[in-house]
T-cell receptor
Framework: DAKTTQPPSMDCAEGRAANLPCNHS???????VYWYRQIHSQGPQYIIH???NNETNEMASLIITEDRKSSTLILPHATLRDTAVYYC??????????FGKGTRLSVIA | KAGVTQTPRYLIKTRGQQVTLSCSPI?????VSWYQQTPGQGLQFLFE???????NKGNFPGRFSGRQFSNSRSEMNVSTLELGDSALYLC???????????FGPGTRLTVL
């Protein structure tokens, strides 16, 4: 079973920041937080991952709370092409990825 | 660097037939994992191959099998197809050291 809890759906206005929350209260010290997204019927796309510190790349920012029990993925300026299902995954490495149901983000013009 | 490629992209088969799907990982990656995605069950892990050896296996019947070649390319085979095998089959590659997995576009299998 997935070790994360995400809201089933969210809406975001185009051009605004999309903040996607994820709870992972049972995360272990060696487990990373990974984010993927899947645009309709395509393969999941890797977005970003982190262990303890906040991370930023060209796609998004990842904010992990100090107790590591939750995190937020931030898409700074959402576009229509960001409409997708976003998966938050707790991953220790060298094991299969366990996908939950994710959050369906709809970016609205 | 080229991404993960999967062939064919679409496939239609009938019940009882068998099918072979192919996955070419990112250059230098030695691990290939296979996943099945259906509307009802979501994304589920099938198996992982690393250096031509199966390293992890999911909870699927023996009709689902795979192999990996010395160039890290991988194939999965499904024998005696059932209607419920209709799904998007995804492969993901990584270096094998517990790092990020990158997914291919998937093969859409329809069983009639």
């Amino acid at each position: 079973d997935a070790k994360t809890t995400q809201p089933p759906s969210m809406d975001c206005a185009e051009g605004r920041a999309a903040n996607l929350p994820c709870n992972h209260s049972t995360i272990s010290g060696n487990e990373y937080v990974y984010w993927y997204r899947q645009i309709h019927s395509q393969g999941p796309q890797y977005i970003i991952h982190g262990l303890k510190n906040n991370e930023t790349n060209e796609m998004a920012s990842l904010i992990i709370t100090e107790d590591r029990k939750s995190s937020t993925l931030i898409l700074p300026h959402a576009t229509l092409r960001d409409t997708a299902v976003y998966y938050c995954i707790v991953y220790p490495g060298n094991t299969p990825l366990v996908f939950g149901k994710g959050t369906r983000l709809s970016v609205i013009a | 660097k080229a991404g993960v490629t999967q062939t064919p992209r679409y496939l239609i088969k009938t019940r009882g037939q068998q099918v072979t799907l192919s996955c070419s990982p990112i250059s230098g990656h030695r691990s290939v994992s296979w996943y099945q995605q259906t509307p009802g069950q979501g994304l589920q892990f099938l198996f992982e191959y690393f250096s031509e050896t199966q390293r992890n296996k999911g909870n699927f019947p023996g009709r689902f099998s795979g192999r990996q070649f010395s160039n890290s390319r991988s194939e999965m085979n499904v024998s005696t197809l059932e209607l419920g095998d209709s799904a998007l089959y995804l492969c993901a590659s990584s270096s094998g050291g517990g790092d990020t997995q990158y997914f291919g576009p998937g093969t859409r299998l329809t069983v009639l």
